[in-house]
C-alpha cells in the first residue's frame, strides 16, 4: 500500500509519502492518493476522510451522495494499461467534495501518474480537489487520444498487410479479432469518461472555469467516439475481405478436390473390379513387385499430403 498526500504548505504544494494512515486528515489537504493490490484498504480510506463506508460491490458507478453537509461524487470506473497489443483493466475509485479529492487505484494507472506529475507543477493560489479532479480527467482524454491514435496506426499497417494477396488470412484475422475485442474495451473506456464528465457537471462547487474545461472535455470525448466509430468500420471491412478471401480459397481448393477425385475414381473402379490379377502382368513374378507395390502406395498417399501442405490448404 502507497498513500500520497498532496497539500498546501507555505505558497506550494507539498508532497508526502506516507507509511500509514496519520490520525487526523490535514485542513490543507487537496488530493489523497492510495495505491494497492486490491481495494480492501478503500474502507481504512473512508473512515480516514470522514466519508459513508460503501460497498464496492454495489452498482455504485456514479453517484452524487449528501453526507453531514457536504455534497460527494463518488465514481467507481477502470483504466487501461497497454500491454503489447492488449489492455490490462485496472480498477480505480475516485470521490470528490470540491476541497479535496481522493483516488484509489489497483496497479499502475498510466492517467493517474500523469495526473499527479502535473498538479505538484500547478499554480498554488487556486488549487483544491476539483481542480486535481479535472486534471485527472484531462490526463485520461490525452491518454485515450494516444491510445486511440497508436490504434489507428496499427490498423492501417493491418490493411496494408490485407492488401498483399501473398499474406495468410486466417493469421490475419486471428490478430484482427484481437484488435477489435481491444477496440472496443477502448470505447468502452471513453463512453465511460464521458458520463463521469457529465456527472461532474452537475455539482455545485464547479465553478465557471472549470465548467468551461469540462464542456471541451465533453466535446473531445464526443470526437474520439466519432473516429472510432470510423476506425471500427476500417476494422469490419478488413475482417470481411479476409473472410471472403477464406471463402473464396476454400472454394478453389473444393474445386481441385472435386477435379482430383473424378480424375482417379474410373481407375480405382477398373481396377476393383478386375483385381489386377491377370496372368500376364510381369510384375506377378517379379521378386521386387510387392515391396514396389507397396512404396507406390506410399508414395500416392504422401503425395497429394505434401502437394496440400505445400499449397497450404492443410
Request: aromatic share 10%; glycine share 6%; with cysteine.
Amino acid at each position: 500500500m502507497k498513500i500520497i498526500q498532496y497539500c498546501h504548505q507555505e505558497g506550494r504544494i507539498s508532497k508526502e509519502e506516507l507509511k500509514k494512515w496519520p490520525e487526523k486528515v490535514p485542513g490543507n489537504l487537496i488530493w489523497l492518493s492510495l495505491k494497492a493490490e486490491n481495494s480492501s484498504e478503500l474502507h481504512q480510506a473512508f473512515s480516514y476522510l470522514d466519508l459513508p463506508i460503501l460497498d464496492l460491490s454495489d452498482e455504485i458507478s456514479k453517484r452524487w451522495y449528501w453526507f453531514k453537509d457536504r455534497e460527494i461524487l463518488l465514481i467507481k470506473s477502470f483504466t487501461l494499461e497497454p500491454q503489447g497489443d492488449d489492455y490490462k483493466v485496472l480498477p480505480l475509485v475516485f470521490c470528490t467534495d470540491g476541497n479535496f479529492f481522493f483516488s484509489l487505484s489497483c496497479g499502475q494507472a498510466p492517467d493517474l501518474d500523469d495526473s499527479l506529475r502535473r498538479v505538484e507543477n500547478h499554480r498554488v493560489e487556486n488549487m483544491n480537489g476539483a481542480i486535481a479532479f479535472c486534471i485527472f480527467l484531462e490526463s485520461r482524454i490525452t491518454m485515450l487520444w494516444e491510445l486511440v491514435e497508436k490504434g489507428q496506426r496499427e490498423i492501417y499497417a493491418v490493411l496494408e498487410t490485407v492488401r498483399n494477396p501473398d499474406t495468410e488470412p486466417s493469421g490475419i484475422l486471428n490478430q484482427l479479432l484481437s484488435m477489435f475485442d481491444g477496440f472496443m474495451l477502448l470505447r468502452e473506456n471513453v463512453t465511460e469518461s464521458q458520463r463521469i464528465l457529465y456527472n461532474f457537471l452537475k455539482g455545485s462547487f464547479v465553478g465557471q472555469d472549470l465548467d468551461r474545461r469540462v464542456r471541451i472535455m465533453v466535446e473531445q470525448t464526443e470526437s474520439l467516439l466519432r473516429h472510432m466509430d470510423s476506425l471500427t468500420e476500417a476494422l469490419k471491412y478488413a475482417q470481411d475481405s479476409l473472410r471472403g478471401r477464406l471463402h473464396e480459397e476454400q472454394s478453389r481448393i473444393v474445386k481441385v478436390l472435386t477435379v482430383l477425385t473424378l480424375i482417379l475414381m474410373p481407375p480405382t473402379l477398373i481396377a476393383g473390379i478386375y483385381g489386377m490379377n491377370f496372368k500376364t502382368m510381369p510384375e506377378l513374378e517379379w521378386g521386387l513387385g510387392y515391396p514396389t507395390a507397396l512404396g507406390m502406395m506410399l508414395l500416392s498417399s504422401a503425395g497429394p499430403l505434401l502437394f496440400f501442405r505445400w499449397k497450404r490448404w492443410l
